[in-house]
């Protein structure tokens, strides 16, 4: 009775299981938060006294078994800042308020996401943009303090490779255009130091004819 039906004949339920998409297996891609032990409480509750006294389960919720991923980076944020601190009360060197910390980890993240996802073009800018900025940001330091430059690279694991210098083609079209360029802007600063010129000796005017009332 339960098969006199042609829909739910045998033969058709096989065609419709042999019709199934074929669903691809997503690549386990490790990620760099993974090397967190799992025990490890998250970032504000770290440092909390209170924390010795509490239940095991408790301790299993703050924990970062059942944290979130942005908790998890917060706590690996933590880690790098350490690695980069000059001394235990340092808050304001340029490595520890600089982005190196936050940008290695959100260049790391959208580089597993892209290995997932290699057509999101949306993140791909962004991690292309967030290691131009990195790029700068450890050129400054090569420039101010090149011992500390060394120490953060080597301590976050950065490979840095210096810009390449710009090159342009002269041309007898270019070379034209930058002298008319060049020409009004010269131009517009002549009126803008007569247009000063002429405020300067108002508010002069001004001052003077103040003085004469208070006299």
């Avoid at 800042?81 to 940008?103: A, T």
């Avoid at 007898?172 to 930058?178: D, E, T």
Wanted: aromatic share 6%; with cysteine; glycine share 2%.
């Amino acid at each position: 009775l339960y098969f006199s039906h042609p829909a739910c004949s045998p033969v058709l339920q096989a065609a419709r299981g042999y019709a199934r998409p074929v669903t691809r297996k997503r690549r386990d891609i490790p990620s760099h938060l993974d090397d967190l032990p799992p025990t490890l409480l998250k970032k504000d509750y770290a440092n909390l006294p209170i924390m010795n006294s509490v239940d095991d389960v408790v301790k299993r919720l703050l924990s970062l078994e059942m944290a979130s991923q942005k908790e998890k980076m917060k706590v690996k944020t933590q880690q790098l800042v350490e690695k980069v601190r000059r001394s235990p009360s340092d808050n304001g060197s340029f490595e520890v308020q600089g982005k190196f910390k936050k940008g290695r980890i959100l260049i790391r993240t959208l580089e597993e996401h892209l290995r997932r996802h290699p057509k999101d073009k949306r993140n791909r800018r962004c991690m292309l943009m967030e290691l131009d900025r990195r790029r700068k940001m450890l050129g400054y330091l090569r420039r101010v303090n090149y011992s500390t430059f060394e120490n953060t690279c080597k301590q976050l694991n950065i490979q840095y490779s210096p810009p390449q210098p710009y090159t342009r083609r002269v041309t007898k079209r270019w070379l034209v255009k930058k002298a008319f360029c060049i020409k009004v802007f010269q131009e517009k600063q002549k009126l803008k130091a007569a247009e000063r010129l002429k405020q300067r000796r108002e508010w002069q005017a001004r001052a003077r004819a103040a003085r004469a009332q208070q006299e």
